[in-house]
């Protein structure tokens, strides 16, 4: 049994508390950190990501196709130099420009 719970300021987390643990300390406070708390921040942004679809479906379709291609443009900045990245980035365009049929960049 913990000594202490911590949530954010919703309400229904102080009820549920007094039906099912009332020896437990509940704090709730937005700044604390809290693992359990932050634990489905990932399923939220998946959720903000859906509003502009219809079904999960469209979503996952749209999403396969556009995942690959963000991934070409956005290399793991954190991971390379600025020389490195600058220069993969340059030639990850150039690339996309040849297989695009587009025109080189003046």
């Known amino acids: ?28 406070h937005k700044g604390l950190n809290n693992l359990c708390e932050n634990s489905h ?6 959720e903000r990501r859906m509003r502009k679809f219809k079904s999960p479906g469209q979503a996952q379709r749209f999403l396969s196709a556009s995942g690959p291609i963000r991934g070409h443009f956005h290399p793991k900045q954190h991971q390379l130099s600025a020389h490195h990245y600058r ?20």
């Open 1 to 28: 049994m913990p000594r202490v719970i911590v949530t954010d300021k919703l309400k229904s987390y102080e009820a549920a508390k007094k039906k099912v643990m009332q020896n437990v300390e509940h704090r709730a």
């Open 41 to 46: 921040q990932p399923t939220r942004v998946r």
């Open 87 to 106: 220069e993969q980035l340059r030639q990850r365009f150039e690339d996309w420009r040849e297989v695009a049929c587009l025109k080189p960049a003046a």
